[in-house]
């Protein structure tokens, strides 16, 4: 944006304070679409940043900038949908959900699907390629148990988030290092004090829920009728696993997410044609409407009607709608005249991250996408750090835990946009079953109250400079 008039804390407060309230009656109480909602954020933007000086073709070029920095998420976007649909054809979800129903049980399936995505996640550094894989056959498997799908999502969630936030290569990871100007295993290091014993508490409590769906609540017979629709509609292979065998292992050897899903399909497409007997214009269809069939059997209809380009659309035009808003709030200087006058009251440590804390989940509100936040918030608090001798991994770390954890729980993020169109959960729905993404903050700031894994930079007392004799007369 051109060379304009700076909003001021006031006006900061009412724009930001629109939004919110346009969001939380529309969505909440009057159930209004929300790309609808962000359509009237984008035209009340609009307003204000005509109101400092902006010019229409200046607020428009940074919607367009706004929109570029998400545009590679697009890409996994369109991706994701053809993957699941080539992973239908080729009988890989439903083989993955046949044989997990005799090896997993209910009591543990909760835990067991936290522990899967977190390691999952870990190893290939996302949450995205987690939650469209993993997490679409924990899906399958939970609603074949009986087991509530917004509980599995939640566990689903947490689980690829937890790995998203602590993999090496991850690139939230490396992209909240270089942003706090920290080292990247310090900064995964900083992260593990508070983050293994939240994930310790989500692993209790999910066993805790699970607990309620042991084999003698779970009908035996349900689950039964589940395989015997799976066998009749699919051929049932340990071949089916390939796909996701190529996607996991050009994922650990770090090829690029975009060649590592495309390969996986390429598989994907040998097994449908050679093993599943599906004609290829067919299996090219369902890449763009979806895999479509009635297997006569109302649960596994659920689970395997869905995939495709198109049913990523929805999706991703609300990513687009946000990420155009998060321009023009960015470029309006809308969120640094907010916290300009926050930053010189805070005195202590605790209010310090708390606050970074809150920028973080704003900007993830305002913006919608997780990695400009990192940045932004790392820049306007990265001085304050400095300041009050805090090391830098203390900044990345309270980053993360804002940003990387409260994006998938925004419905209009590209996150929680992305997992409601691959799992097919809203995302208020499985929001209050994301144990770890919840509780990580409160025990950060928890642990922070009693400074316990608080780190400040080391500074030496200067020694006093050598006074030289004053010889006095007698």
């Not at 919110?20 to 035209?43: C, D, E, K, R």
């Not at 959960?425 to 079953?433: A, F, G, N, Q």
Request: charged residues 10%.
């Amino acid at each position: 944006m051109e060379n304009s008039k700076q909003p001021s804390f006031l006006h900061s407060v009412i724009c930001f304070g629109g939004i919110i309230g346009m969001i939380i009656t529309g969505l909440i109480v009057f159930s209004v679409p929300i790309h609808v909602i962000i359509l009237i954020a984008i035209i009340w933007s609009t307003f204000h940043s005509k109101y400092l000086g902006y010019s229409f073709q200046s607020i428009k070029t940074a919607m367009n900038k706004g929109i570029e920095h998400g545009l590679s998420a697009m890409y996994i976007f369109i991706l994701i949908g053809v993957v699941i649909a080539a992973y239908l054809e080729s009988g890989t979800i439903t083989s993955i959900v046949y044989y997990s129903l005799d090896l997993i049980s209910p009591t543990v399936f909760l835990p067991a699907s936290l522990l899967i995505c977190s390691f999952m996640s870990l190893a290939v550094g996302t949450s995205w390629g987690t939650v469209g894989t993993a997490g679409v056959i924990l899906i399958g498997v939970g609603s074949a148990m009986g087991v509530p799908l917004p509980i599995v999502a939640g566990a689903v969630v947490s689980g690829a988030t937890f790995g998203d936030k602590l993999s090496p290569v991850s690139d939230t990871t490396n992209l909240a290092a270089v942003s706090a100007g920290t080292d990247l295993y310090k900064h995964i290091n900083s992260m593990l004090y508070t983050t293994i014993p939240t994930y310790i508490l989500c692993l209790i409590l999910f066993g805790f829920v699970g607990m309620q769906y042991s084999a003698d609540t779970v009908s035996r017979e349900g689950v039964e009728a589940f395989q015997a629709a799976i066998a009749s509609n699919f051929v049932v292979s340990i071949w089916s696993l390939l796909p996701l065998i190529v996607l996991l292992v050009l994922s650990l050897r770090k090829a690029p997410a975009e060649v590592a899903m495309v390969s996986s399909v390429v598989a994907a497409f040998i097994l449908a044609i050679f093993q599943q007997d599906r004609i290829i214009v067919d299996f090219l269809a369902s890449l763009q409407t979806g895999f479509s069939a009635d297997t006569g059997h109302a649960g596994l209809n659920t689970l395997v009607n869905r995939g495709g380009i198109m049913s990523m659309m929805e999706t991703l035009s609300m990513t687009l709608f946000a990420l155009a808003l998060g321009g023009v709030l960015e470029s309006g200087g809308f969120l640094k005249a907010l916290l300009s006058g926050l930053l010189d009251r805070i005195k202590s440590v605790l209010s310090l991250m708390f606050a970074t804390m809150c920028t973080g989940i704003l900007a993830c509100c305002s913006m919608g996408e997780s990695y400009i936040s990192i940045i932004v918030t790392s820049q306007l608090f990265k001085k304050k750090y400095q300041e009050m001798n805090l090391k830098p991994f203390m900044l990345s770390r309270s980053v993360e835990e804002s940003t990387t954890m409260s994006s998938p729980l925004i419905p209009w993020s590209t996150a929680g946009a992305f997992y409601f169109g691959a799992m097919g959960i809203p995302v208020l729905d499985y929001l209050p079953y994301t144990f770890l993404n919840l509780l990580n903050p409160i025990l950060s700031l928890i642990m922070t109250f009693f400074g316990i894994a608080v780190f400040k930079e080391f500074t030496q007392k200067a020694e006093p400079k050598h006074r030289p004799e004053t010889i006095t007369s007698s």
